[in-house]
């Protein structure tokens, strides 16, 4: 979330700065890549009621941590177009 912050990527705002209170970061994650993710804690899943558009493979980017086997992640955005 943070490096999309700083590059400016619209459809992330992370308003709350990361502390996963504010689903402003709210993505897709690609369908190749559902089987790889961490599964989503209980108040990732809480703060996602708030968000837009929910689907299955819906996250909080802020919860996402990269790590060299995320390598290569594609996430999607709720309203920007590909």
Do not use: K
Not at 36 to 58: G, K
Not at 71 to 79: A, E
């Amino acid at each position: 979330m943070q490096t999309a912050v700083n590059n400016q990527i619209p459809g992330i705002l992370g308003d709350c700065g990361g502390s996963c209170s504010c689903a402003t970061c709210h993505a897709y994650v690609d369908q190749a890549w559902s089987s790889h993710m961490p599964a989503a804690e209980s108040y990732e899943v809480d703060m996602l009621t708030c968000a837009m558009d929910v689907r299955e493979n819906s996250r909080l980017t802020c919860q996402i941590f990269v790590t060299p086997e995320l390598d290569g992640l594609v996430v999607h955005l709720p309203g920007v177009a590909a």
